[in-house]
């Protein structure tokens, strides 16, 4: 274990030496009533009553909710096939063993959200929030069809049709408690219902679910890439267009590898902020560059930006790039500012230069520009913009 356990205002945490972020969460609980119906009372530290077992205490039903699961998903059904298939007796078979397309999607869903929220774990969409959407939606869209592929975008292009209203504020409830509202806290802040959907947007990109252009193996790479940290991987080599030019200068054999673009992002005149390589971004934003680099003092340097665009739009526009282009001085900082202007996948490097030989090259920083909104633009709608 990782240190102790961590106290929560619900559960106690076991964390795990994982670079997978392995844990397991611990709910202290009484039974509710006599009748061994699956019904808890839970104990919450922010509850007034917390030292004393009261009827005022939140209910659950996580036996109940996980037998709606695997009901959702199946798996009586796939435990069966599974036996067929290696002749086996079912009851021979542990549970463990099977895996449903439902777990799975899931896994896939939930890891996403642990990405993209490395560092704000604190606004990740909640694990049983996701689970609870995707398991609701699941069986709907085994109807089109059961091809994985398929299955897992069709459930992302509906998760949103499962989500509630209260009074007209958006909430989940537990499927076997009705009076079990799981979205608690989209109620006390609004910021957690909207990195929900900040999710949700970042997830439909990476996903290509809206994307009708890119191969099965290209929208593989991009899923695969969005489940992994810190990855700067980009799902094409720009070597091989046409419009990406070569470098105008020599490449030192001891040129640094930790060139560093840090970029940041403001749409609607809002402030700049920093956004990750390959982030979904609207079209009309504003974009700063800048290079960050620890092993160099940047000054002694020459800083050059290659811009590389992509896209049918910025084809159609006669607007393919791939050329250099020089900093410019601002705020005591050499940046590369640009718009976001054509949908599709772009790419920035920067090179540092002295006296005609490159020093330090970053690797490709994707800016990629939706053909749509994000929940940025409704949200920004929202406050009178």
Request: a positive charge.
């Amino acid at each position: 274990m990782e240190n102790f356990p961590k106290e929560s205002n619900r559960c106690w945490t076991l964390n795990y030496v994982d670079e997978s972020n392995f844990h397991i969460d611990i709910l202290p609980a009484v039974p509710w009533n006599d009748t061994d119906d699956g019904n808890i009372a839970i104990s919450d530290k922010r509850s007034d009553n917390y030292d004393n077992i009261t009827f005022d205490w939140e209910v659950s039903n996580p036996k109940g909710y996980f037998d709606w699961f695997k009901k959702q998903s199946d798996f009586q059904l796939i435990k069966e096939s599974y036996a067929k298939r290696f002749y086996a007796k079912i009851e021979e078979i542990p549970d463990y063993k099977i895996k449903t397309p439902l777990q799975r999607i899931v896994q896939l869903l939930k890891r996403h959200a642990e990405v993209m929220f490395e560092d704000n774990m604190e606004q990740k969409p909640s694990s049983v929030i996701i689970t609870t959407l995707v398991a609701k939606v699941y069986p709907k869209c085994t109807i089109i069809s059961d091809d994985f592929k398929i299955l897992l975008l069709n459930v992302v292009k509906n998760l949103l049709s499962e989500i509630e209203y209260d009074n007209e504020n958006p909430c989940i409830y537990n499927p076997v408690n009705g009076k079990e509202k799981l979205s608690l806290k989209w109620d006390k802040d609004r910021k957690y219902f909207e990195s929900f959907l900040k999710w949700y947007d970042q997830l439909k990109v990476d996903f290509s679910v809206d994307n009708k252009v890119l191969s099965l193996n290209e929208s593989l790479f991009y899923i695969q890439r969005s489940l992994r940290k810190n990855t700067n991987e980009i799902g094409i080599s720009l070597n091989t267009l046409s419009h990406h030019q070569k470098p105008k200068w020599k490449i030192s054999s001891i040129a640094k590898t930790d060139v560093e673009i840090k970029a940041y992002y403001s749409w609607h005149s809002f402030r700049f902020k920093r956004i990750k390589s390959g982030e979904a971004l609207n079209k009309k934003g504003k974009l700063r560059f800048e290079v960050n680099v620890l092993t160099l003092n940047i000054k002694d340097y020459d800083i050059y930006w290659q811009i590389t665009n992509t896209g049918y739009e910025a084809i159609n526009a006669n607007c393919l790039r791939g050329d250099f282009y020089n900093s410019k001085l601002e705020q005591g900082k050499r940046i590369r500012t640009e718009e976001t202007c054509y949908a599709g996948r772009h790419y920035v490097e920067a090179y540092l230069v002295k006296n005609g030989i490159c020093y330090g090259k970053s690797k490709p920083f994707e800016v990629n520009i939706i053909d749509g909104l994000t929940f940025e633009w409704f949200n920004t709608k929202k406050l009178g913009g």
